[in-house]
Structure formats: structure tokens, C-alpha cells
């Protein structure tokens, strides 16, 4: 995960990773829309207004998918709402 602005310039990053298992494929899109947006080698990229949706699904992570990577995702997060043209990448394989 990496926090980076318009220039692709990283930001902010993490050193947790999301660690990928079944459960991501398994989450329902009407209940965790952001995350189910996650797949194991393709790139996710969220934007500012968006950090409230994903922050509200980070607080209600499924235990069997949790670890560090949640709260480091929280913090980036944070980077993104206080910064203009930041956007949030979740990079895969």
C-alpha cells in the first residue's frame, strides 16, 4: 500500500501488506464495495472522497481477514484526506 499524488510520486507508504486469501472473493460487494475491489495482482486505487466508504469498511474487516495492514491502511487513509491530488493504491503482484 502506498499513499502517491498526481505525479505517481509515493507519498507515504506501508510496511504491512494485505496478506490475499479466499475470504476478498468472498466478500459481498453490497457490504465492503472498496475492498471487494481488491484482487491479488491488479492495482486499486482510491481516491479522497472515497476514504470515508473504505474507512467504514476497515472498521467492520472480517477478523480472518484482518492483521497490521488494517491500521496501516487507516493511517494512509488519513494522508489522503488531508492532502489534495493524493490517492490511496493498494498494488498488487
Keep these: 500500500m502506498a499513499v502517491r499524488g498526481d505525479s505517481r510520486r509515493v507519498v507515504a507508504g506501508a510496511e504491512a501488506g494485505v496478506e490475499w486469501t479466499a475470504g476478498f472473493a468472498d466478500l459481498n460487494p ?28 476497515l472498521d467492520r ?10 491500521e496501516q491502511a487507516r493511517e494512509l487513509c488519513q494522508v489522503v484526506e488531508r492532502g489534495p491530488h493524493l490517492y490511496l493504491w493498494f498494488i498488487g503482484d
Design 61 to 70: 474487516v472480517p477478523t480472518d481477514l484482518g492483521g497490521d495492514w488494517v
Design 30 to 57: 453490497t457490504e465492503f464495495p472498496m475492498l471487494w475491489a481488491l484482487t491479488p495482482y491488479g492495482d486499486a486505487v482510491f481516491n479522497q472522497r472515497q476514504m470515508p466508504l473504505l474507512l467504514a469498511e
